[in-house]
């Protein structure tokens, strides 16, 4: 049996027309191809592929699967997981695809078919997306409130004790330690906030994404920073309209990145830029908030991003980023960091475009 003979349906053997009964009837993805040129081209696809990735069966027939379904980041990935099809080697890997709605995570197994001289190959996608993401949410949820929760109570019990104790005239260590008690309140009542919002994203239905203007989400939301924050340089760069694949929540991502660059900036007049426009190239945009405040440590960039484990003492400062991680990844967009021209942080949430 060929993937061609799979691909137009032919029955000519028994075990072909079981291995279409089956494939056809199974809840993972499953693409047959062939390599031209290094390149796998598409060969047969099953139901349950269409439903996940969401594109059409036949628009894909004779097309490279990696054009629709690999990000150009992570093209060397995938051509690195094509050649050791190519030398005949199975391969497991944890992936992101880039489907219709955005990016998903799938365990990816690729198995080498020996075709005549050549290699071609069947892989196989199982949507990981919502058992992944649960599992880092809970593991975040339970270490950074727990430790954020725990110092913040050992520092107002600290400074509680001090003041029921002070019988002294120093109106200077007076005034450490109410604004110490104030300083921790106020770190309490954000844990809570972020808290509430994480819990309201995380844990209602999951909602479509549809067509959204960026343009005005990021427009209002500097707005509203610069009459939050007077002493604060906040621009914008971004066209009229663009439209994304997202909802309304957008705006509280948003919102959580502006607070981070201006909160966590000692200078008296923090300098903010927001940028928006398409990925050259391909079907994504990339919204860039820029700061000129210290850089956010590598530690907390890669734990937040998935580059290194959470541990009980790495685990990221906060819950603000991980509401943005999550926020983004419900769009099917990914959340990363660089560094800005402005001498601090690029926070780079990039999504899906929309189009007709």
Known sequence: MTTSDIASGREAVGDAAGLMHMTEHIHDGVVAFEFIEDEPIVRYVNAAFVDIFGYDRQELFGRSLNQYIVPEWLEEEATSLDGRTQTGEVNYQRVRRQTADGLKEFLYRGIPYQQGEGIDGYAIYTDLTDVAQKERQLQVLNRILRHNLRTEVTILSGNIERLLAYDGDSSDEKSHVRSALEESTETLHRLTDEATHINRILFRPQTATSELDAAPVVET????????????????????????????????????????????????????????????????????????????????????????????????????????????????????????????NCVRIRLRRHTE
């Open 221 to 344: 939301t500097a707005d509203q920073f610069n009459e939050q924050y007077p002493e604060a340089d906040i621009e914008t760069e971004c066209p009229p309209s663009l439209a994304i694949l997202a909802t309304e929540d957008l705006h509280l991502a948003l919102e959580s990145l502006l607070e981070n660059a201006i909160e966590h900036n000692p200078s008296e007049e923090p300098r903010v830029l927001v940028s928006v426009g398409p990925v050259e190239g391909s079907q994504w945009v990339d919204i860039d908030v820029h700061d000129d405040g210290p850089l956010i440590p590598e530690t907390e960039r890669t734990v937040i991003t998935g580059g290194s484990e959470i541990t009980p003492h790495q685990h990221g400062s906060g819950l603000g980023l991980w509401l943005v991680k999550w926020t983004v990844e419900r769009f099917g967009g990914t959340l990363s960091f660089h560094d800005s021209p402005l001498g601090g």
